[in-house]
């Protein structure tokens, strides 16, 4: 099946298009009405998320209401920790998803298992499928994972956190449980990420939120292995590492054989450049830019596109778009990107 609209697999394959592609962290869900009456329906997040149907209809609620240029699955990168046996808990209205057991020493290490995607994430992988033929080749199918530093973080503090000191404390305190349970990750992640191109993605994106809480050494000791063995052995599609708060690590990012690396807006766009010549960077408006009015969005979005100028760039947020923003200010983000295509080509 032919795509109708490719700007995003072209983009990433190092063409010069007619403009960047765009498309939004966490634009399944969160600021569509239609989203919110779907979740209404139900007993919570994690029915939706399980739920094929449900999960692909909402996948492609921002491909009809907002105009982007491709679609994300909708689903959650806690997936991984659950299937490896550590199962998450979301309490609707009282608070954000954490893990009533965690992963602090050896023995809690019997209580996981390696990941057979088909068995144990069977229904994202369904929901893949179903929203691939849905899509019918109007725009391409994005997956997604959490990196295995982000999960591991998730996995030993059992919930968010400002420092993930427990998280760091293992990386220093018990280094080799640390190596086992980041190898353990990394090695569902590539399997889990393989399940989903086999399912339809067209296009990943490994999620590193939390790379930033590492300094220098620990990024280098604990992290860039395992994100290299993620780009090394994924296959299949066009991978993106989004390493949020780690921008000054750009020139070791930019050694991973991955296609595009996410750029957050602190990092400066003429930096990112420097360090990270050979990739399409992706990125990197602020949301909260999103707050203000039409004229200042647009404004900013310009400003944004001359950063990075013509060629190697995909337009998105420098991180997931807020729940509470205006869709109107989302589209007029999405309508300026698109007003700058400098030839006849995809609307």
Not at 112 to 117: R, Y
Not at 179 to 193: K, S, V
Not at 230 to 238: L, M, Q, S, Y
Not at 278 to 304: C, F, I, K, W
Request: net charge negative.
């Amino acid at each position: 099946m032919s795509l109708q609209n490719d700007l995003l697999l072209r983009a990433l394959a190092g063409e010069q298009t007619e403009r960047p592609p765009v498309w939004l962290m966490r634009q399944a869900g969160r600021i569509l009405p239609e989203y919110r009456a779907i979740r209404s329906r139900l007993s919570g997040f994690k029915e939706l998320v399980k739920t094929p149907e449900l999960a692909c209809e909402v996948t492609i609620q921002p491909v009809d209401l907002l105009g982007v240029d491709a679609a994300i699955l909708f689903s959650d990168i806690l997936v991984v920790p659950e299937a490896m046996g550590l199962p998450y808990e979301l309490i609707e209205k009282v608070g954000p998803p954490r893990f009533p057991e965690t992963i602090g020493s050896a023995s809690d290490m019997k209580r996981l298992h390696a990941v057979d995607p088909e068995e144990h994430l069977g229904y994202v992988l369904e929901a893949m499928k179903m929203t691939r033929s849905a899509l019918d080749g109007r725009v391409p199918l994005i997956g997604f994972a959490g990196a295995p530093w982000t999960i591991f973080c998730y996995m030993v503090e059992g919930g968010g956190s400002k420092e993930w000191s427990r998280a760091r404390r293992m990386l220093r305190s018990e280094p080799a449980l640390a190596e086992d349970l980041l190898d353990r990750i990394t090695e569902a992640t590539i399997a889990y990420l393989n399940a989903q191109v086999e399912a339809g993605a067209q296009a990943l994106q490994l999620f590193d939120s939390w790379a930033g809480a590492l300094d220098a050494d620990l990024f280098e000791r604990y992290t860039m292995p395992r994100l290299k063995r993620i780009c090394d052995e994924v296959k299949g599609a066009p991978l993106i590492v989004f390493a949020k708060g780690a921008g000054w690590q750009m020139d070791r990012l930019a050694t991973l054989s991955c296609q595009g690396l996410g750029v957050d807006w602190h990092m400066p766009v003429s930096e990112a450049r420097m360090r990270a010549p050979h990739h399409v960077l992706q990125g990197n408006l602020d949301p909260s830019v999103l707050y203000g009015t039409e004229a200042e969005v647009r404004a900013a979005t310009q400003r944004m596109l001359s950063d990075f100028g013509r060629g190697m760039h995909v337009a998105n947020l420098g991180h997931g778009v807020y729940p509470d923003i205006n869709p109107d200010r989302v589209r007029a983000f999405i309508d300026e990107v698109k007003q700058n295509a400098h030839s006849e080509g995809v609307n």
